[in-house]
C-alpha cells in the first residue's frame, strides 16, 4: 500500500511539473511559450536568492500569449522550463523587444547554471550572440532532458514581453526569407527613388523631389 502511495505521489508530482514545462516535440519549429512564463516583479539580482524555495514561490505563470507591461521602470525576472522530447537540440530563444536596458540569462540543468549571459542597450553590440534587433539566446538541450531558464530584466520603456523558442535551422531559414524579402523591397524603394529623381532632374519639378525624400524616409523607418 505504501509504495502504490509513493508511486501515486510522484506520478502526481512529475504531472504537476510537466504541466509547467514547455514540452519539444519533433514537430515543433517555433513555439510561443510566453504562456507557460512565470514572472517575479522583484529588483533582487543575485540568482541563487532568487532559487531559494520561498522566493521561487512568489512566480506567477503569465497564462496568456502576451504580457503587456505598459511603461516600466524597474526590474523583474523571468522563469521558464523546458523538456526536449525531440531529436533535435539546437534551438534559440528569443525575446522579442529591442528595446531592454539590460538583460541576464541564466541556464541551469538541475542545480548547476551550465550558462550565463548578459546584454541589452547599455552594452557593445559584440554582447549579441547573434546578431538582430530582438535578443537571442542559443542554447543545447540534449533528447529526453530538462532545462530550467530564468531572465533578469532591467526596463524603462513600454514593454510587451513576448517569448518564444525556434528550432536553429528554422530560424536561420526564416531569416533568410526576410533577408531575401527586404532586399526586394529595397530594390523597388530605390528603384522608384531613382525614378522620381529622373524626372526632377528632366522636369525640374519640385514635387518630385519631395517624393523622393518620402521614399527614402519611409525606407529607413
Request: one cysteine or more.
Amino acid at each position: 500500500m505504501l509504495i502504490k502511495f509513493v508511486f501515486l505521489l510522484y506520478s502526481l508530482l512529475t504531472f504537476s511539473i510537466l504541466a509547467d514545462s514547455v514540452i519539444l516535440n519533433n514537430r515543433d519549429n517555433f513555439k510561443n511559450i510566453t504562456p507557460k512564463t512565470k514572472i517575479l516583479k522583484k529588483s533582487e539580482r543575485n540568482i541563487d536568492i532568487i532559487r531559494k524555495p520561498e522566493v521561487e514561490i512568489n512566480f506567477k505563470k503569465i497564462n496568456s500569449t502576451s504580457l503587456n507591461l505598459g511603461i516600466i521602470q524597474g526590474e523583474f525576472w523571468l522563469k521558464y522550463e523546458i523538456k526536449n522530447n525531440s531529436n533535435n537540440p539546437d534551438w534559440i530563444f528569443e525575446f522579442d523587444h529591442p528595446h531592454i536596458e539590460k538583460i541576464e540569462f541564466y541556464e541551469f540543468n538541475k542545480n548547476n547554471l551550465i550558462n550565463n549571459l548578459s546584454t541589452g542597450n547599455k552594452f557593445p553590440l559584440s554582447s549579441k550572440i547573434i546578431p538582430s534587433k530582438n535578443f537571442l539566446f542559443p542554447v543545447i538541450i540534449p533528447k529526453g532532458k530538462e532545462r530550467t531558464y530564468y531572465i533578469f530584466i532591467k526596463a524603462r520603456t513600454s514593454l510587451i514581453i513576448n517569448l518564444y523558442i525556434w528550432q536553429k535551422n528554422k530560424y536561420i531559414t526564416q531569416v533568410s526569407k526576410e533577408n531575401f524579402l527586404y532586399g526586394i523591397y529595397l530594390g523597388i524603394m530605390m528603384v522608384m527613388a531613382l525614378y522620381n529623381l529622373f524626372l526632377f532632374l528632366s522636369i525640374k519639378e519640385s514635387t518630385y523631389l519631395y517624393y523622393i525624400l518620402y521614399i527614402l524616409c519611409f525606407t529607413t523607418m
